[in-house]
Protein backbone atom coordinates (compact mmCIF):
# COMPACT_ATOMS: atom_id res chain seq x y z
CA UNK A 1 0.00 0.00 0.00
CA UNK A 2 1.24 3.34 -0.96
CA UNK A 3 -0.29 6.04 1.19
CA UNK A 4 2.40 8.14 0.50
CA UNK A 5 0.18 9.06 -3.15
CA UNK A 6 -2.05 10.93 -0.82
CA UNK A 7 -1.40 14.25 -2.60
CA UNK A 8 -2.36 12.33 -5.88
CA UNK A 9 -5.70 12.05 -7.40
CA UNK A 10 -4.30 8.87 -9.04
CA UNK A 11 -0.89 7.10 -8.45
CA UNK A 12 0.75 4.65 -10.05
CA UNK A 13 4.13 2.88 -8.55
CA UNK A 14 5.97 -0.56 -9.95
CA UNK A 15 7.61 -2.06 -7.02
CA UNK A 16 10.70 -4.63 -8.07
CA UNK A 17 12.14 -6.84 -5.56
CA UNK A 18 15.36 -5.72 -4.25
CA UNK A 19 17.48 -8.71 -3.13
CA UNK A 20 17.38 -7.49 0.14
CA UNK A 21 15.40 -10.39 1.28
CA UNK A 22 15.84 -14.11 2.39
CA UNK A 23 15.95 -16.55 -0.62
CA UNK A 24 12.07 -17.72 -0.45
CA UNK A 25 13.08 -21.47 -1.15
CA UNK A 26 10.80 -23.76 -0.34
CA UNK A 27 12.26 -24.38 3.44
CA UNK A 28 13.22 -20.51 3.76
CA UNK A 29 9.83 -19.25 3.15
CA UNK A 30 8.09 -17.34 5.52
CA UNK A 31 4.95 -18.62 7.37
CA UNK A 32 2.02 -16.75 7.33
CA UNK A 33 -1.36 -17.89 9.20
CA UNK A 34 -3.55 -19.13 6.19
CA UNK A 35 -6.11 -16.38 5.65
CA UNK A 36 -2.95 -14.18 5.16
CA UNK A 37 -1.49 -16.57 2.11
CA UNK A 38 -2.55 -13.96 -0.35
CA UNK A 39 0.18 -11.91 0.75
CA UNK A 40 2.33 -14.54 1.34
CA UNK A 41 4.72 -13.53 -1.94
CA UNK A 42 5.77 -10.30 0.36
CA UNK A 43 6.81 -12.05 3.22
CA UNK A 44 10.44 -12.18 4.21
CA UNK A 45 11.38 -9.41 1.30
CA UNK A 46 11.98 -5.86 0.62
CA UNK A 47 11.14 -4.00 -2.80
CA UNK A 48 11.39 -0.45 -4.54
CA UNK A 49 9.72 1.76 -6.93
CA UNK A 50 9.52 4.90 -8.57
CA UNK A 51 7.08 7.38 -8.46
CA UNK A 52 6.21 8.32 -11.77
CA UNK A 53 7.59 11.14 -13.38
CA UNK A 54 10.29 11.88 -10.69
CA UNK A 55 12.91 10.19 -8.84
CA UNK A 56 11.09 9.73 -5.59
CA UNK A 57 11.41 6.63 -4.08
CA UNK A 58 9.87 3.84 -1.93
CA UNK A 59 11.47 1.11 0.25
CA UNK A 60 8.88 -1.58 1.46
CA UNK A 61 9.81 -4.56 3.64
CA UNK A 62 7.58 -7.30 4.55
CA UNK A 63 7.72 -10.11 7.65
CA UNK A 64 5.62 -11.90 9.22
CA UNK A 65 5.63 -11.18 12.96
CA UNK A 66 4.44 -13.10 16.14
CA UNK A 67 4.45 -16.22 14.74
CA UNK A 68 2.72 -15.80 11.40
CA UNK A 69 -0.50 -14.39 12.71
CA UNK A 70 0.51 -10.61 11.26
CA UNK A 71 2.14 -9.29 8.47
CA UNK A 72 4.36 -6.33 8.91
CA UNK A 73 4.80 -3.71 6.09
CA UNK A 74 7.74 -1.21 7.34
CA UNK A 75 8.50 1.70 4.58
CA UNK A 76 10.44 4.83 3.97
CA UNK A 77 10.40 7.56 1.10
CA UNK A 78 13.31 9.05 0.92
CA UNK A 79 12.50 12.99 0.91
CA UNK A 80 15.82 15.32 0.61
CA UNK A 81 16.89 15.07 4.11
CA UNK A 82 13.44 14.27 5.51
CA UNK A 83 12.54 10.50 5.34
CA UNK A 84 8.86 10.01 5.16
CA UNK A 85 8.20 6.51 6.95
CA UNK A 86 5.37 4.39 7.84
CA UNK A 87 4.41 1.08 9.04
CA UNK A 88 1.44 -1.51 8.11
CA UNK A 89 0.12 -4.48 10.19
CA UNK A 90 -1.92 -6.23 7.94
CA UNK A 91 -4.30 -9.58 10.20
CA UNK A 92 -7.06 -11.52 9.89
CA UNK A 93 -10.66 -10.13 11.36
CA UNK A 94 -12.48 -13.49 11.60
CA UNK A 95 -15.60 -11.77 12.87
CA UNK A 96 -15.53 -10.19 9.36
CA UNK A 97 -13.89 -13.04 7.59
CA UNK A 98 -11.72 -10.23 5.98
CA UNK A 99 -7.94 -9.16 5.81
CA UNK A 100 -8.10 -5.69 7.94
CA UNK A 101 -4.69 -3.62 8.23
CA UNK A 102 -3.64 -0.49 10.00
CA UNK A 103 -1.06 2.21 9.04
CA UNK A 104 0.63 4.25 10.75
CA UNK A 105 2.62 7.27 9.40
CA UNK A 106 5.42 9.87 10.43
CA UNK A 107 3.58 12.53 9.72
CA UNK A 108 0.44 11.67 12.57
CA UNK A 109 -1.86 10.08 10.17
CA UNK A 110 -3.48 6.71 10.61
CA UNK A 111 -5.05 4.50 7.81
CA UNK A 112 -7.76 1.42 8.19
CA UNK A 113 -8.73 -0.90 5.83
CA UNK A 114 -9.47 -4.24 4.63
CA UNK A 115 -8.17 -6.02 1.27
CA UNK A 116 -9.53 -8.82 -1.10
CA UNK A 117 -7.98 -11.13 -3.03
CA UNK A 118 -8.73 -11.47 -6.23
CA UNK A 119 -6.61 -14.09 -8.57
CA UNK A 120 -3.35 -12.31 -8.90
CA UNK A 121 -4.50 -8.45 -7.37
CA UNK A 122 -5.18 -7.54 -4.22
CA UNK A 123 -7.98 -4.84 -3.62
CA UNK A 124 -7.69 -2.98 -1.26
CA UNK A 125 -11.70 -1.20 -1.49
CA UNK A 126 -11.91 1.07 1.46
CA UNK A 127 -9.12 2.55 3.04
CA UNK A 128 -9.94 5.38 5.59
CA UNK A 129 -6.84 7.78 6.22
CA UNK A 130 -7.14 10.41 9.00
CA UNK A 131 -4.61 12.98 9.28
CA UNK A 132 -2.91 14.54 12.07
CA UNK A 133 -5.42 17.50 11.70
CA UNK A 134 -8.55 14.93 12.19
CA UNK A 135 -9.25 15.17 8.24
CA UNK A 136 -10.24 12.26 6.37
CA UNK A 137 -9.71 10.97 3.03
CA UNK A 138 -10.84 7.61 1.54
CA UNK A 139 -8.66 5.88 -0.76
CA UNK A 140 -9.16 2.28 -2.81
CA UNK A 141 -6.25 0.63 -4.25
CA UNK A 142 -5.32 -2.12 -6.55
CA UNK A 143 -1.75 -4.36 -6.10
CA UNK A 144 -1.31 -6.56 -9.06
CA UNK A 145 1.01 -9.09 -8.94
CA UNK A 146 3.86 -8.22 -12.45
CA UNK A 147 5.61 -11.60 -12.28
CA UNK A 148 7.87 -13.07 -9.47
CA UNK A 149 9.80 -9.96 -8.87
CA UNK A 150 7.35 -7.29 -9.18
CA UNK A 151 4.52 -5.89 -8.10
CA UNK A 152 2.34 -2.69 -9.24
CA UNK A 153 -0.23 -0.56 -7.25
CA UNK A 154 -2.60 1.62 -8.62
CA UNK A 155 -3.95 4.02 -5.73
CA UNK A 156 -6.90 6.67 -6.08
CA UNK A 157 -9.35 8.62 -4.01
CA UNK A 158 -12.82 8.27 -3.34
CA UNK A 159 -12.86 4.69 -5.24
CA UNK A 160 -11.88 6.04 -8.66
CA UNK A 161 -9.78 2.56 -9.47
Known amino acids: MHRQ ?29 EELMPLAFLAGSCWTGVFPGSETFDVHCYEPVYGGQYLRDVHAVPQ ?13 DAEAE ?48 TGPDGYSVVTSEDGEV
Open 80 to 92: GAAVYRGETLYHW
Open 98 to 145: VITYRYYNSIGGVSDGTMTPDGNRMLFPDETHRGQDGEERVFSTVMQI
Open 5 to 33: VLSAGLGVMLLVSTGQAQDAGADDAPVLR
